[in-house]
């Protein structure tokens, strides 16, 4: 999901059919400097609505659980 308030190109509904299909998401705040870093809490906003939990998210997997996700 990329967070960045101009874009925020996933709609909440779709949190919901991603968690019922088993999908999990990223959140990502698509920052382009230092300053935009914190955009991320625009993406975990839309999640929260979409009842994300945080082990739907990706993202917010401990490091090790998400490079595996990654298969690095």
């Not at 839309?46 to 945080?54: E, N």
């Amino acid at each position: 999901m990329n967070a960045h308030p101009y874009r925020l190109d996933l709609d909440w509904r779709y949190c919901i059919k991603a968690q019922r299909k088993g999908v999990r998401i990223s959140v990502n705040p698509d920052a382009h400097s230092e300053a935009e870093i914190d955009y991320v809490r625009y993406g975990v906003g839309i999640a929260r609505k979409g009842w994300c939990r945080p082990s739907d998210v990706a993202s917010a997997a401990p490091l090790e659980e998400f490079l595996r996700l990654l298969k690095v």
